[in-house]
Nanobody, 122 residues
Framework: VQLQASGGGWVQAGGSKRLSCVVSGRTFEMTSMGWFRQAPGKEREFVAAIWRAGIDTYYSDSVKGRFTISRNNDESTVYLQMNSLNSDDTAVYYC????????????????WGRGTLVTVSS
């Protein structure tokens, strides 16, 4: 399985950004997907996850109401729309495949992409 995240970069506080993650080597529509992030000097933190058909999602409290996870099964792509960004959102963002639905622990996600850096400037 290969996951390629993209869309990172620099953004001003209060701005928006959309991340994408293209998945290959796996039946995408049968795979639940998630996003994590890792800020410098901090542990990897769960952000959001979406069920196979996209009918169910869950988020961390820190991003709920600001971030939206979605997917396009025809394009084998999962997205993370990030709005009202602040400096605390600065991190490398990773997409991953879900092994245990409902979990927020990295150990319950198996395949990982290389990550894309988002820098929020205040």
């Amino acid at each position: 399985v290969q996951l390629q995240a993209s869309g990172g970069g620099w953004v001003q506080a209060g701005g928006s950004k959309r991340l994408s993650c293209v998945v290959s080597g796996r039946t995408f529509e049968m795979t639940s997907m998630g996003w994590f992030r890792q800020a410098p000097g901090k542990e990897r933190e769960f952000v959001a996850a979406i069920w196979r058909a996209g009918i169910d999602t869950y988020y961390s409290d820190s991003v709920k109401g600001r971030f939206t996870i979605s997917r396009n099964n025809d394009e084998s792509t999962v997205y993370l729309q990030m709005n009202s960004l602040n400096s605390d959102d600065t991190a490398v963002y990773y997409c991953a495949t879900v092994r245990r639905w409902g979990s927020t622990w990295p150990e319950d996600f198996d395949s990982w992409g290389r990550g894309t850096l988002v820098t929020v400037s205040s």
